[in-house]
């Protein structure tokens, strides 16, 4: 069930069908655990402001992954959180908190790259909720 905004972002190109796409999911997944791996030793290292956007990175790999398995593009984080509604949790294949997840790490990102306004426990929740997202991701993506 695609949801108008959803729409909306196909009408201003900025998600669009992508032939190539399905090739590259596996890649996204290879991005998505490397950005995680960089995130969680910058964490033990407490360098926290690139941890928290190695984090997210992380992801908008997953969930670049997920939108390209089902052969779409996106060119906006925002139109990339709209696509992963319409085709994975108003399908109920993947669970809103992953949503949840992403919006909240894409704040956190955003504060700490462009104001230096970052912490240890959000870092850390973030680097849970980037594990998560990442095995479920995996999971779905078997299934198809």
């Known amino acids: 069930m695609k949801t108008r905004e959803f729409e909306k972002c196909l009408e201003r190109g900025k998600i669009k069908t992508f032939f190539k796409a ?10 998505a655990k490397e950005d995680l791996k960089i995130a969680q030793d910058s964490f033990v290292q407490k360098n926290y402001k690139w941890s928290t956007i190695q984090t997210y990175y992380s992801m908008f790999h997953t969930a670049r992954a997920l939108i390209y398995k089902k052969g779409y593009r996106e060119k ?45 426990t959000g870092t850390e929740s973030m680097l849970e909720s980037a594990v998560d997202f990442l095995k479920e991701a995996k999971k779905i993506l078997k299934k198809k």
């Open 22 to 31: 399905k090739q590259l999911v596996l890649k996204e997944l290879d991005l």
């Open 76 to 120: 906006s984080h925002f139109c990339l959180m709209e696509a992963l509604k319409s085709l994975y949790i108003a399908e109920n294949i993947l669970s809103y908190k992953f949503l949840e997840a992403l919006q909240l790490g894409k704040s956190l990102r955003e504060n700490a790259d462009y104001y230096g306004d970052f912490d240890k």
